[in-house]
């Protein structure tokens, strides 16, 4: 694609960055086959071929508007449009670009704003969401049956094992998650130590997704900066690796190198991070590789345990992480059931099912349809969002794939 991009923005390493990725570009919209929005709206400005015209645009000096915004805003991150791109463009990084600009341009409504610095305010914060919930499940009986399904309910969340072994990892705590689900890095630490490496939880707090989807930036650098802070004495101790056990948060961290390039001060411990980042699937892959130290369940209630898996975008499309999870479940002796249209997003996507709702919900009974289709036991998925997403739409349990490896152990 051939670009003008106006002086102003090349004279900037974003608007640098912006025209080699709109270069690479050449319009021939295989991205919008797999687009769950353009498959949704119909609308081509509502597609990854449409939304990077808006962005050239607005970078070549024409000024976005309400509208350019709202195509913008409806785009749910998902990058499934980067796996099906064949010249290899790197939508999501534009797309962040021409987030960022629209943001400083178009004045959002009140409403906007206020649901913005709500979201902000409580959900990168664990003791607020813990607080809220709590609050939540009190009044669950008075709820209606719609807003009853979205509270998820509390679950023991199993013992963490103490740090006992040589081999030492340090783990992403995380804010949602660990108030809605402590169980999953408390399973993970079980798993772990099952292979020999002791899980080191340092401190609670967002990784900076949130923010920097919402072109919060300063926000962003402020959580990205305190949780590379946090890490790094175990990092200098000797942890061999930052685990994640929420594929959305793991997509950021992979991405904190980037982000703070140009900071002098944490830009080479960032780049340290992003290298040292690991999905727990791929610690786990890793460790098993050749080796029998995950011995499954001998009864055969576990075995037959019918499980449909959806891997969130952040997972396959922004990590490109594809069939690890599957087969790991498989060994632990759960049977998999077959799941159509597995590319496509569940909605969730960050805030998206908070500031789209409309569009989420729809995204979200499709993909159960398709997840259920197969009558399976229970749903599994490998990141928070996607999980409390998918709980709130149906009766089936949701739980992550390690805490199901966990259970699947052997005692
Ligand atoms: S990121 Fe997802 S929703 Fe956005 S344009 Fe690409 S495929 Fe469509
Ligand atoms: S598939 Fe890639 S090259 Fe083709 S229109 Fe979409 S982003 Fe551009």
Request: hydrophobic residues 40%.
């Amino acid at each position: 694609m051939q670009t003008r991009l106006s002086a102003a923005f090349l004279e900037t390493t974003a608007g640098r960055e912006a025209d080699g990725i709109l270069r690479k570009c050449v319009h021939c919209g295989f991205c919008a086959a797999t687009c769950p929005t353009y498959q949704l709206l119909g609308d081509e400005l509502d597609g990854p071929r449409g939304r990077i015209y808006l962005i050239k645009e607005m970078l070549e000096g024409a000024t976005p508007t309400q509208a350019t915004q709202l195509h913008l805003d409806r785009c749910l991150t998902c990058r499934a449009c980067e796996t099906t791109c064949p010249s290899g463009v790197r939508y999501g990084r534009l797309l962040d670009i021409g987030r960022q600009h629209v943001e400083r341009v178009v004045p959002r409504t009140l409403r906007e704003r206020f649901l913005r610095y709500a979201l902000l305010t409580v959900v990168p914060h664990r003791r607020r969401v813990g607080f809220l919930l709590a609050l939540a499940r009190l009044m669950r009986g008075l709820l209606p049956a719609s807003l009853k399904q979205a509270v998820p309910l509390a679950r023991p969340s199993g013992g963490w094992p103490p740090p006992r072994h040589r081999r030492r990892m340090v783990v992403l705590t995380g804010c949602a998650q660990p108030a809605t689900a402590p169980g999953i890095n408390a399973a993970a630490a079980r798993v772990l130590d099952r292979l020999g490496i002791s899980l080191i939880a340092v401190a609670d707090g967002c990784c900076g997704a949130l923010a920097h989807h919402m072109s919060a930036e300063d926000t962003s650098r402020r959580q990205m900066r305190r949780n590379i802070d946090a890490w790094w004495p175990e990092i200098e101790r000797g942890a061999e690796a930052v685990v994640v056990t929420a594929s959305g948060c793991g997509a950021m961290i992979r991405d904190y190198g980037t982000l703070l390039h140009h900071d002098s001060e944490y830009a080479t411990r960032a780049a340290r991070v992003s290298e040292m980042m690991r999905d727990i699937s791929q610690v786990v892959v890793q460790e098993l590789a050749g080796s029998n130290a995950l011995p499954q369940r001998a009864d055969a209630a576990a075995r037959a345990r019918r499980v449909a898996f959806h891997s969130p975008c952040t997972l396959q499309h922004g990590l490109k992480l594809r069939d690890l999870i599957e087969p790991l479940l498989q060994r632990a002796g759960y049977t998999l059931t077959s799941v159509a249209d597995g590319h496509l997003c569940c909605g969730s996507a960050g805030s998206y099912s908070l500031l789209q709702p409309a569009i989420a919900r729809q995204l979200k009974t499709n993909r159960l349809a398709a997840l259920q289709a197969d009558a399976p036991d229970l749903i599994a998925t490998a990141n928070i969002g996607c999980l409390l997403h998918l709980a709130s739409g149906t009766g089936r349990p949701v739980r992550h794939w390690i805490e199901l490896l966990a259970e699947g152990l052997m005692d």
